[in-house]
């Protein structure tokens, strides 16, 4: 099901009011002190803020009975507490949901730049695979998004909105009413619409590292929206110098986007490889900080018929891995417009799949989910977006 929205071209306005939602806990400080808010009370008024727009969703200053009336006016006539559009909306068959999301101009050159987020529900938790960039830093031949070149990387707050939005549009906020769904959304004591983030949308995390930090910092705060680090994984292609810093600072579930088990195959499935070969990665994991059986870290091998998908690569994949505190998600190939490759057949998956288990690694196999609006693994491309610009051209010719 497909759902389109506002349509209209995004304007770049230099005297629009900037939003506050998504904004960390400094850059809201800054904020007040621009219109006039005493230094010795910033700290009381970020912190209600801070509640007011991540722990209730609010729309709107006026519903801040605790802040003084002057100052919710002087807040209200400065900024707003908008989100961003979203343009589209689509409902998988499983229950998969896909938001197109226009972010405002941020100077007169830009059209409005979209991203696509993706809401995942199951049984006992809801995940949100969100964007770190707008397209993508690499060139991954099996991935569509790959095909789409980098515009720009996110802000830590457009990061921060991404999940805001899905709350608004789940209705995961006080007051607010949840969609009917068939009972597709995980419902529960202490189960949230969204309780895992999943950085595997748009773009390379660690090619945006301060931004993508600060938003976990954001994602994480227990007086807001309060999400566990346990709870989100930041996956990479292999940005090795920046592996061990984002266990550092941010202490969330690491995900290795792999694919192969020689430099000659990786080179070609993963073009990062070639400046940050298997060897080095590897020696990253294993040196990644907090890495235990209890915070074990994901290698992501999408299964590709005739290519990687053989008994000697499963083998050799166990093989590599030996020493890390590791479990292995195999993904079939989820097709596109295009591609090269074709998905490995199901008795290979189970075949490889065996061969690591019996060596003692967990091996679940990633159940495909929204192919049919193209927001499985590897699918995000905003296909919205090109429909529309063949719109557009449609209406030219009509002229």
């Known amino acids: 099901m497909n759902e389109s929205m506002n349509e209209s071209p995004a304007i770049f306005d230099p005297n629009a009011r900037p939003s506050l939602v ?104 809801g995940t949100l695979c969100i964007s770190s960039q707008v397209g993508c830093t690499l060139t991954c031949t099996f991935c569509h998004t790959g095909t789409q070149k980098l515009v720009r990387n996110l802000t830590a707050q457009e990061i921060v909105q991404q999940l805001i939005v899905a709350r608004d549009m789940l209705g995961d906020f006080p007051g607010l009413e949840r969609p009917e769904d068939g009972g597709l959304i995980p419902v529960g004591e202490g189960v949230r619409p969204v309780s895992n983030i999943v950085f595997m949308g748009m773009g390379e995390p660690l090619y945006n590292f301060d931004e993508v930090n600060d938003a976990i910092g954001v994602l994480t705060d227990g007086e807001g929206l309060s999400l566990s680090k346990r709870r989100i994984t930041v996956s990479t292609s292999g940005v090795v110098p920046q592996i061990a810093p984002l266990g550092e600072t941010s202490g969330t579930m690491l995900a290795i986007s792999l694919h192969a088990t020689n430099d000659e195959l990786r080179n070609k499935l993963v073009p990062l490889n070639k400046k940050y070969p298997l060897k080095d990665l590897l020696d990253a994991c294993r040196n990644y900080p907090g890495a235990a059986n209890s915070r074990r870290i994901t290698f992501e091998y999408v299964m590709l018929k005739g290519v990687n998908d053989s008994p000697k690569e499963a083998r050799e994949l166990v093989r590599m891995l030996k020493g890390i505190p590791a479990k292995i998600n195999l993904i079939p190939f989820n097709p596109w417009p295009g591609a090269q490759y074709e998905c490995s057949d199901w008795e290979t998956i189970e075949t490889f799949s065996d061969i690591v288990f019996n060596a003692g690694y967990a091996s679940p196999v990633r159940t495909p989910r929204g192919r049919d609006i193209l927001a499985a693994c590897g699918q995000l491309k905003s296909e919205t977006e090109k429909l529309r610009a063949r719109a557009r051209l449609a209406l030219d010719d009509e002229a």
């Not at 006539?77 to 961003?84: A, D, G, I, M």
């Not at 405002?104 to 938790?125: F, L, M, Q, T, W």
Request: with cysteine.
């Open 22 to 125: 998504g904004k960390t806990r400094a850059q809201l400080a800054e904020a007040l002190a621009a219109i006039g808010v005493p230094e010795r009370e910033r700290r009381m008024r970020v912190g209600q803020l801070w509640h007011w727009i991540y722990y209730q969703g609010s729309t709107s200053f006026d519903v801040m009975l605790n802040v003084s009336k002057a100052l919710r006016a002087k807040l209200a006539e400065t900024y707003t507490l908008e989100r961003p559009q979203v343009v589209a909306a689509q409902l998988s068959l499983d229950g998969t949901r896909k938001w197109l999301i226009r972010l405002p101009p941020v100077d007169a050159k830009d059209k409005g730049a979209e991203i696509e987020c993706v809401y995942i529900p199951e049984s006992d938790r």
